[in-house]
């Protein structure tokens, strides 16, 4: 029950090779940094993307290379419905990302999908892998070891830290996320905090049928399940697991622990 089959349908996710079906569910946060440190990234172009410098100008990047703005016309559509598009002289530049003035990037090791965009004062530290069709909104905060799949969102003034998004999650709104992993189809209310180190040291240890079981991780955010839902300014506390389709209310602390597959928690 505690498995990641058990939480996810990863028959989607592009980097479900991450994901072991019959480990426990927080064996991928073991296992992302080593996948993302030896991850094939792309090479972009430092003339126009200098490390740690805010650009100056938006930055489209195509099949590979890195164009500047100056011959192109961008049309800011929904992201996540493939409704951002880039064109030269009329022409669609199929799956086309866009990176706007004023976000900054650090490192190297940064990979964006087909028609991402990512908005201006947004910070992406590396590694981060971004999906297909992702948005990373004005004021994200990537700080490092963010793996999201396809049509993400990685939202404005979200801080997200060694964590895991998959296809369709979304955190939209002054969330926290660290150490955590969001199945598909999750959506974070405003302000949701994922807490992810407990006040007494030792290692996160999670409630299950009566039996404590210790993650070995002194670290670890929360976990939910393809189509949870968390409510405005809830807040989970280290070692939540929440299975498919469970649902936060508003203003709600969640304890640590299993909670069963469409719980309703108050």
Not at 84 to 94: D, F, I, N, P, T
Request: charged share 20%.
């Amino acid at each position: 029950m505690l498995t990641t089959q058990s939480f996810f349908d990863l028959s989607e996710f592009p980097d479900q090779q991450l994901f072991d079906p019959t480990a426990y569910v927080w064996q991928p946060l073991n296992d992302l940094k080593d996948y993302m440190d030896t991850y094939k990234y792309p090479k972009y172009d430092n003339v126009y993307i200098r490390d740690g410098v805010p650009l100056t100008e938006p930055i489209i990047i195509h099949k590979g290379q890195t164009l500047c703005f100056n011959d192109l016309e961008i049309n800011y559509g929904d992201a996540t419905k493939g409704e951002l598009q880039v064109k030269r002289a009329g022409m669609l530049l199929e799956g086309a990302s866009v990176i706007m003035a004023g976000a900054v990037l650090i490192g190297k090791k940064i990979a964006l999908g087909n028609g991402v965009v990512v908005e201006t004062g947004a910070m992406i530290k590396s590694p981060a892998i971004i999906g297909d069709m992702s948005e990373v909104r004005q004021g994200a905060y990537l700080r490092g070891y963010c793996l999201a799949g396809k049509r993400c969102v990685l939202g404005h003034t979200t801080e997200i830290k060694h964590s895991i998004l998959l296809n369709d999650a979304k955190a939209g709104h002054f969330a926290y996320v660290g150490d955590s992993i969001l199945g598909n189809d999750v959506n974070l209310g405003a302000g949701t905090k994922l807490a992810n180190l407990k006040f007494l040291p030792g290692n996160v240890s999670i409630l299950y049928q009566g039996q404590q079981i210790d993650t070995s991780r002194r670290k670890l955010g929360a976990i939910l399940g393809d189509g949870c839902q968390t409510g405005c300014n809830s807040v989970t506390s280290p070692g939540s697991l929440l299975a498919k389709r469970a649902i936060v209310m508003p203003n709600t602390t969640v304890k640590s622990g299993y909670h069963s597959k469409k719980a309703i928690i108050r």
